[in-house]
Every structure is written in structure tokens, then in C-alpha cells.
């Protein structure tokens, strides 16, 4: 019974917390007031242990303060299983504020103790596995899921571990998840299809649905569509059956995705569903991802009002899950930050106290004069060297952000270091040009400050979408505005990076010109390029020194922005390699490139 419960808090709550209760003030000074009044070690590890799990939710630094006096007094106590469940409780401490490496460096140290005991590691495996799928480190996380998955099957088959039914289901469907994300699509059917099957012959329904939707995906992503469907409504009727509304959403969306190509009016209905199942509970990637699918559809249709009335709320949805994120992000470093001041108290505690024991050795009579004089001068200086400092810092923040303005933070960071910064190759970068189609007849009909705010408007907003996929704005010449991605830090997701920001470029003019054109104005038309490969970056000059990129790649992809269309994002042969599999792409044919000889061209539609 123990074990199951413990394989449903990992799968289902995925490490979320230690306590899922809010203990009132009371709680926490009654158990402050035992402890003060007990000298048993047994008791005391008992009541810090208590004092963990009641801070977890109110003071992440006082958790597991307490956590690591009950593990001192484990550790004194000579007790190894208590020792082993406090760094366990540590471990989910740190995997809720986003520290999964150190959850991960508690977990090993109870790995150890296992080993000492000879005790069932298979638990902790499964901890470790989920704290580096968490990291994104697949790699390793598919290595400690099949180590728990095997440890748990050999105990089952020499009889030293007793048979649990969701282990029996758990283990093989972790994997199988694990291997989809890793796109080893045919160790994950095999995983899938296992744990399906020991799904069948038990009572667990939210696992069959989870199961059943993760067939689904593994089918579809096989091209095997029927199967596919039929996987996801089996997990639909469960989920209705059992009234599980999260994996209902799921197989809702997944089912809306399916058939988004093929069956629009079926896709938006299915969408509709998990946005609205997803609006009750506040289930905000759900409810961003349902909007995503019917922004892209209606857009399909010519549904433009609605198209854009589901991108705001996907936009609105996406705000309240990056805002989530950031409530972590900050209990984390508030966290990070009470422990160094918890760390400084201490150093100054002791400072202060070799301080007194040495003024004790001196005579305070004798230099009594001369010890307030001094103090005087000191402080006098240091008020002096405050401000000074003040003054320095602000000039030198001032500098810094004007010098960040003009150049990437790595060029930046290199120029101030060496008065220099040298040119770099990069092998592989996107660049994406824009083009205003009609600026000449903008220019005609608007007066200068006119036409010189409609282009600040829009590259304001440029500014601001490429800034949020990571991509570097190199300059604009009237008109033409010009970015790169992968650059100045190398990255593998350029290509895909510069492609959402040109679609999303695309879909903010398209809006313009939709709301313009109801005011009966004037309005740009845009063209959009782009292409991948090598470029050569550095400074260019000496005075009023400026960021730029050059080669083939930047002509290349100038020669895409003047071979598109209006409201089109046309890219490049060697780009739609790298971005297939993502985006909906329509080929266009060829053109002619100097010393390149023909290069096709794609014009992506929209995100698959």
C-alpha cells in the first residue's frame, strides 16, 4: 500500500511539493515550543522533521534549515532510514523551487544508503530519473528510469520485492514517455504498448488514460493515423467514464490536433471543449495550446476576427503561465538569497566576536582619545568613498546600458575587456530580412515625422518579438530591417527561433493592415526572407562603431525577402531542412543565385 501511494505522488503530482497543506502560525510554534523543551534525539528528529514539512509551503529557507538539523540528528541517532526519508523530503523541496540538481545530489546520497542496506533502490531511481527529465536531460532520465524500471522487475521475479500494480504500470509508461520525447519513437511503442497491456488487466484509470494518449501520439507521429485515433477515443470515453477532466482535455486537444488538417469543424470543436474544461480549472497550457490550434484553423478557414480573437487568448494564457514561472523564479532566489545572508550573519557574528575579544587585551582608558578620533576619520572617509562609489556606479551603469543598445552582451563584455573585439565565423545562423512593399507610396501621402513614426511603431514591435526569441537585431536601412539568430551565441534552434518570430512579425502587420483598413488609412504591406548558414560578425569601424554580419548566407537571405510575397514568409531549401518537421511549408520552385546556381524556395504557413 506504502509503495503505491508513492508511485502515484511521483507520476501524478510530479514532484510538485512536500505538503499540500497550509499549517496556521499556531502549528509551527507549538512545534517550536516542543522542541525547546525536549533533549530526546528521537523526539527531536521527529518535531524538525514536522518543522520541515510545516515550512515547506510558508519559508522555503526554513524547511530545509529544520530538514538538515532532523538529518545531524538522524545522522547522531545512527538511524539510516531516517536519514534516507529526510534527504528524500529535501529532494522534493528542491524540486519544487526549480533546483533539480540539487534534488538530484540528495537523491544519490540516498542511493548510497540503499546500497549500504541492501534496501529497494528503485524508488529513488525513479526520483532521480524525473528530476533530469525536469532538466531537459533526457539522456540520463531514460538511464535511471530503465535502471528503477529493471531493479523493480528483478525484485518482483526473485520475490524480494512484493508485486504492486501501479509500479507493474508506472514503470514501462515512464518509459515510453521518456523515449517520445527523445523521438526513439520505436522504444517508446514498445514501452507504450507494454504498459497498455498491463493497464488492461487492472483498475487504474487515470493511467489508462494517460497510456491511451500517449499511444495516440507515438501512432501519430508513426503515421499511422487510424490507430492514432483510436487510442485517444479510447482515453476520451475513460476519462468521461471516470470524470477525470485533465486527461478528458487532453485527448480533447489531441484529437483536435488530429484532425486540424483534414477536419476543421471537428478540430475546432473538439478545441472548444478542452479550452472550456481548461478555463474551469485554470489550466493554462491547455487552455494556450487549445487557443493556439484555433487561431491557426479559423486563420485556415479566412476566419480572421475569431483567428485573431484566440491569438489574444492564447497570448493572455501564456502571460499567466510565464507568471507562474516567475512566482518560482523568485522563490528561488529569495531562497538563494536568505541563505547568503543567512552565511554573512554568521561570518559577521564571528567577526564581532573576535572584535570584542581583542579590544579586551588593549587598555580602553589609554586609548580612548585616539580609538573616537579615529572612528571619526573613518567614517568620514567612508561616507566620502559611498558617494564617490555611488557616482561611479551610476556612470558606469549608464555607459554599460547605451554600450548594450549598440552591441550584443558578449561583444560588449569582450570590447570592455580589451579595448578590441575580434571578428567570429559562425556556422550556422539565420538571417531574416523585412520590407516595407509599399514605403515609397507611404512616404508620398505621409509628411516626414509621420512616416518616421509609422516606422518606429513597427520596428518597435520587431524589436520586441525578436528580443523574446532570443535573436539578435543587427540594423535597418529605411525600410529593410535586418536580424540573425544563433548568434553571438551558437544555438541549434536558430532556424525554428526565426521562423516564429517572422511568423508572429507577419501576423502583427497582417493585424495593422486588417485594422487600417477598417479606418479607411494607408498601410504597410510586408515581405519577409530568411536563410541558414555560415557569416563572419565582428565591429565594423572605428567611430560610431556598429554590430554587423557578412557572406553568402546575408545575400542569400536578402534575395528570399525580394523573391516573397506580401504577408508571406518565404525561406529558403537549406532552412525548410531544418524546420520541416515544425512548420507547414508550401513549395514554391526555384530561383537563380550568384555563384549559389539555384535555390529553392518555401513559404511557411504556419506552426504543424
Not at 529557507?61 to 532532523?70: I, L
Not at 526519508?85 to 537523491?107: D, R
Not at 541492501?118 to 532520465?141: C, H, R, V, W
Not at 480549472?281 to 490550434?293: Q, S, V, Y
Request: glycine share 6%.
Amino acid at each position: 500500500m506504502k509503495k503505491s501511494f508513492l508511485f502515484l505522488f511521483f507520476f501524478i503530482w510530479s514532484l510538485s511539493s512536500i505538503s499540500q497543506y497550509n499549517p496556521t502560525p499556531h502549528t509551527i510554534d507549538s512545534l517550536t515550543q516542543l522542541l525547546s523543551n525536549t533533549k530526546d534525539d528521537s523526539t527531536k528528529y521527529e518535531l524538525f522533521y514536522q518543522l520541515g514539512l510545516a515550512n515547506a509551503s510558508v519559508n522555503v529557507n526554513k524547511s530545509t534549515q529544520h530538514f538538515n538539523d532532523a538529518l545531524e540528528t538522524a545522522k547522531q541517532l545512527k538511524d539510516k532510514e531516517r536519514m534516507m526519508n529526510v534527504l528524500i523530503a529535501l529532494s522534493f523541496t528542491y524540486s519544487g523551487i526549480g533546483e533539480s540538481a540539487k534534488a538530484i545530489e540528495m537523491l544519490q546520497q540516498v542511493l548510497r544508503y540503499k546500497e549500504e542496506t541492501k534496501s529497494d533502490p528503485s524508488m529513488a531511481l525513479a526520483f532521480i530519473s524525473q528530476n533530469y527529465e525536469a532538466q531537459g536531460d533526457y539522456t540520463n532520465a531514460i538511464s535511471y528510469a530503465r535502471k528503477s524500471f529493471f531493479t523493480y522487475e528483478q525484485g518482483v521475479k526473485d520475490k524480494t520485492l512484493p508485486f504492486d500494480p501501479v509500479g507493474d504500470i508506472a514503470g514501462p509508461m515512464k518509459m515510453g514517455i521518456i523515449f517520445e520525447k527523445m523521438n526513439l519513437l520505436d522504444s517508446a511503442f514498445y514501452y507504450g504498448q507494454m504498459s497498455y497491456q498491463r493497464v488492461l488487466k487492472s483498475t487504474e484509470p487515470y493511467f489508462f488514460c494517460q497510456i491511451c494518449n500517449l499511444l495516440g501520439t507515438i501512432n501519430s507521429r508513426l503515421n499511422k493515423p487510424d490507430e492514432a485515433l483510436h487510442f485517444y477515443h479510447l482515453a476520451l470515453a475513460k476519462a468521461i467514464e471516470v470524470n477525470f477532466p485533465v486527461p478528458l482535455q487532453e485527448s480533447q486537444l489531441a484529437i483536435a490536433n488530429f484532425y486540424k488538417t483534414n477536419k476543421p469543424d471537428s478540430a475546432i470543436q473538439y478545441a472548444l471543449q478542452a479550452y472550456e474544461g481548461a478555463e474551469k480549472l485554470k489550466g493554462f497550457n491547455t487552455m494556450r495550446d487549445a487557443a493556439l490550434l484555433l487561431r491557426t484553423v479559423y486563420k485556415k478557414q479566412g476566419a480572421y476576427a475569431k483567428a485573431l480573437f484566440y491569438n489574444d487568448l492564447s497570448v493572455a494564457a501564456r502571460d499567466s503561465v510565464t507568471g507562474a514561472d516567475k512566482i518560482r523564479e523568485v522563490q528561488n532566489l529569495t531562497f538563494k538569497e536568505e541563505r547568503r545572508q543567512d552565511k554573512i550573519q554568521q561570518e559577521l557574528a564571528a567577526d564581532k566576536v573576535a572584535y570584542q575579544t581583542k579590544i579586551k587585551i588593549y587598555s580602553l582608558l589609554a586609548f580612548l582619545g585616539v580609538a573616537l578620533l579615529l572612528a571619526f576619520i573613518l567614517y568620514r572617509n567612508n561616507q566620502q568613498q559611498k558617494k564617490a562609489n555611488k557616482i561611479i556606479f551610476e556612470e558606469k551603469r549608464r555607459s554599460d546600458e547605451l554600450l548594450l543598445n549598440i552591441l550584443p552582451a558578449e561583444t560588449a563584455e569582450e570590447l570592455k575587456a580589451t579595448g578590441t573585439a575580434k571578428a567570429k565565423g559562425f556556422e550556422e545562423v539565420t538571417v531574416l530580412f523585412t520590407d516595407f512593399k509599399n514605403f515609397t507610396l507611404m512616404s508620398e501621402q505621409l509628411s516626414a515625422q509621420e512616416l518616421v513614426n509609422e516606422i518606429n511603431y513597427c520596428y518597435s514591435a520587431f524589436d520586441n518579438i525578436i528580443t523574446k526569441y532570443g535573436i539578435e537585431k543587427i540594423k535597418t536601412i529605411g525600410d529593410s530591417y535586418m536580424c540573425a539568430g544563433g548568434l553571438p551565441v551558437e544555438n541549434t534552434t536558430n532556424a525554428e527561433d526565426a521562423i516564429k518570430a517572422a511568423i508572429e512579425i507577419r501576423d502583427f502587420m497582417l493585424a495593422e493592415k486588417q485594422k487600417r483598413e477598417v479606418e479607411g488609412k494607408i498601410f504597410f504591406e510586408i515581405r519577409i526572407g530568411l536563410h541558414t548558414g555560415p557569416v563572419v560578425a565582428g565591429i565594423v569601424g572605428i567611430k560610431k562603431f556598429a554590430y554587423d554580419i557578412w557572406g553568402d548566407t546575408v545575400n542569400i537571405a536578402s534575395r528570399m525577402e525580394s523573391s516573397g510575397g506580401e504577408g508571406k514568409v518565404n525561406i529558403s531549401g537549406v532552412t525548410y531542412k531544418f524546420v520541416k518537421d515544425k512548420f507547414d511549408c508550401t513549395y514554391r520552385g526555384k530561383i537563380q543565385a550568384k555563384n549559389k546556381g539555384e535555390i529553392d524556395m518555401y513559404f511557411v504557413e504556419d506552426l504543424n
